[in-house]
């Protein structure tokens, strides 16, 4: 197969190129969406096809290619972002691309902002719980969007609980761009443009560090935090049993954690460290004072809510994963009913293990516990904990997911009146 002969050409309204133009004027055959294909010269005697279902458009240039037929593919700014030359290149293709301006490096100029410290996530195609948790955890995020995962959905699961603005760029480069700035509560309920970029940002925090590396930044270079880190009073977890939990729980960009009878916060603001969003539940007033404060002094997002479990969890977004840190079996199987991968729960007296298993097994999870007994050298001995985990066999681990039993997720309720709040 002469890949030689395709060409990616990428296109951001800007004129083309004398060696873009030249490349089109010897296709036989060119792919692209309408708007490309209307806005870029066509010979007459190329067959166009339009960029509908991928798979249909990949058989066409297969076929032409085969005929040593040139092939030229136009697509929206650069191709290799997000775009067709991975689809390409998985077919066995080793395309010429001539890219243009990305569209998400157009929205950012737009904006006048900054963006090596920004986080870029896709909804096109793919799970928007995921987009949206990234918005909830990161101050500043490029969100490529897609019908039915526009603005307006965004806005909705994010208005009221996180409080952002949005930049949304439609059809960017084209003769009918539009930038406009908004608050979800309007984004929600305006009509909006295809195709577009929406920019999320955390209003205090547009302009974020300087760092070395593009986009989030990396992992904490530790974790399990040393007990003091969270400042005087009872922890949940010490540091010894905080490690094997986030081993467990797994937090990453694009997640939801539950941290269910929160303590001082640690397991959630750990879970924050790593790029994931996370919700702090607490009963009391003075406990969730407290976690601010961590959360304060640790630089992280962590939404926090306050009342008693599980009631107070009707009203939260849907987990990937959930921390137990309180409560009896009832608690553990609400958290098991609701989440997308795992539970993991801590506890203090042997007699209650085999109820927690047994919580976590009524809802389909697959259980394992450990017992440690973790002291600082040469200390007394100490009381044993015991770590209880349950985890769901996912058929698409990281991909598009339903919650359990095959229900639809749905990514967040109205909280109740007068109860939780958010940092």
């Given at each position: 197969?002469?890949?030689?002969?395709?060409?990616?050409?990428?296109?951001?309204g800007s004129p083309l190129s004398a060696e873009a133009r030249e490349l089109l004027g010897r296709a036989a055959l060119v792919v692209g969406g309408a708007r490309h294909l209307a806005a870029v010269p066509i010979p007459a005697s190329a067959r166009t096809v339009v960029m509908g279902e991928l798979r249909t458009?990949?058989?066409?240039?297969?076929?032409?290619?085969?005929?040593?037929?040139?092939?030229?593919v136009v697509a929206s700014g650069d191709p290799g972002f997000f775009g067709i030359v991975r689809a390409l290149r998985e077919r066995g293709h080793r395309p010429r691309v001539l890219p243009a301006l990305s569209s998400v490096a157009q929205a950012f100029a737009?904006?006048?902002?900054?963006?090596?410290?920004?986080?870029?996530?896709?909804?096109?195609?793919?799970?928007?719980r995921r987009a949206v948790n990234a918005c909830r955890a990161h101050p500043k995020v490029a969100v490529l969007t897609a019908p039915g995962a526009g603005p307006a959905a965004l806005a909705r699961e994010l208005f009221p609980q996180t409080p952002r603005t949005f930049v949304v760029c439609e059809n960017l480069g084209g003769p009918d761009e539009r930038v406009v700035h908004v608050r979800p509560a309007e984004a929600s309920?305006?009509?909006?443009?295809?195709?577009?970029?929406?920019?999320?940002?955390?209003?205090?925090?547009?302009?974020?560090?300087?760092?070395?590396?593009?986009?989030?930044?990396?992992g904490p270079s530790g974790w399990a935090l040393p007990d003091a880190a969270f400042g005087p009073g009872?922890?949940?977890t010490f540091a010894e049993v905080r490690a094997l939990v986030l081993a467990r729980l797994g937090p990453s960009v694009g997640d939801m954690v539950w941290d269910v009878g929160a303590g001082a916060g640690?397991?959630?603001?750990?879970?924050?460290?790593?790029?994931a969003a996370a919700v702090a539940v607490e009963r009391d007033l003075a406990s969730c004072e407290r976690i601010r404060g961590n959360v304060r002094a640790h630089r992280v997002k962590v939404a926090v809510s306050r009342g008693t479990?599980?009631?107070?969890?009707?009203h939260l977004p849907e987990p990937d994963a959930v921390f137990v840190g309180g409560g009896g079996p009832e608690v553990a199987r609400a958290c098991a009913a609701r989440a997308l991968r795992g539970v993991v729960a801590v506890l203090r007296e042997s007699g209650r293990v085999r109820a927690a298993e047994a919580a976590l097994k009524k809802e389909s999870l697959v259980t394992g516990v450990v017992r440690l007994d973790a002291a600082p050298f040469g200390a007394n001995e100490s009381e044993p904990v015991f770590v209880v985990w349950g985890e769901r066999n996912a058929a698409t681990p990281g991909g598009g997911r339903t919650g359990p039993s095959g229900r639809t997720v749905v990514t967040i309720r109205q909280r109740p009146s007068g109860e939780g709040s958010v940092l």
């Amino acid at each position: 197969m002469n890949t030689h002969l395709l060409t990616v050409l990428g296109h951001d309204g800007s004129p083309l190129s004398a060696e873009a133009r030249e490349l089109l004027g010897r296709a036989a055959l060119v792919v692209g969406g309408a708007r490309h294909l209307a806005a870029v010269p066509i010979p007459a005697s190329a067959r166009t096809v339009v960029m509908g279902e991928l798979r249909t458009a990949l058989d066409a240039i297969d076929a032409d290619l085969e005929k040593d037929r040139n092939v030229v593919v136009v697509a929206s700014g650069d191709p290799g972002f997000f775009g067709i030359v991975r689809a390409l290149r998985e077919r066995g293709h080793r395309p010429r691309v001539l890219p243009a301006l990305s569209s998400v490096a157009q929205a950012f100029a737009r904006a006048g902002l900054p963006w090596d410290d920004a986080l870029v996530v896709s909804a096109h195609g793919r799970e928007l719980r995921r987009a949206v948790n990234a918005c909830r955890a990161h101050p500043k995020v490029a969100v490529l969007t897609a019908p039915g995962a526009g603005p307006a959905a965004l806005a909705r699961e994010l208005f009221p609980q996180t409080p952002r603005t949005f930049v949304v760029c439609e059809n960017l480069g084209g003769p009918d761009e539009r930038v406009v700035h908004v608050r979800p509560a309007e984004a929600s309920t305006r009509p909006w443009r295809d195709p577009n970029v929406v920019l999320v940002l955390d209003p205090r925090r547009q302009t974020g560090e300087r760092g070395w590396v593009a986009g989030a930044r990396p992992g904490p270079s530790g974790w399990a935090l040393p007990d003091a880190a969270f400042g005087p009073g009872p922890l949940g977890t010490f540091a010894e049993v905080r490690a094997l939990v986030l081993a467990r729980l797994g937090p990453s960009v694009g997640d939801m954690v539950w941290d269910v009878g929160a303590g001082a916060g640690e397991v959630a603001i750990e879970c924050a460290r790593f790029g994931a969003a996370a919700v702090a539940v607490e009963r009391d007033l003075a406990s969730c004072e407290r976690i601010r404060g961590n959360v304060r002094a640790h630089r992280v997002k962590v939404a926090v809510s306050r009342g008693t479990a599980p009631a107070v969890l009707d009203h939260l977004p849907e987990p990937d994963a959930v921390f137990v840190g309180g409560g009896g079996p009832e608690v553990a199987r609400a958290c098991a009913a609701r989440a997308l991968r795992g539970v993991v729960a801590v506890l203090r007296e042997s007699g209650r293990v085999r109820a927690a298993e047994a919580a976590l097994k009524k809802e389909s999870l697959v259980t394992g516990v450990v017992r440690l007994d973790a002291a600082p050298f040469g200390a007394n001995e100490s009381e044993p904990v015991f770590v209880v985990w349950g985890e769901r066999n996912a058929a698409t681990p990281g991909g598009g997911r339903t919650g359990p039993s095959g229900r639809t997720v749905v990514t967040i309720r109205q909280r109740p009146s007068g109860e939780g709040s958010v940092l």
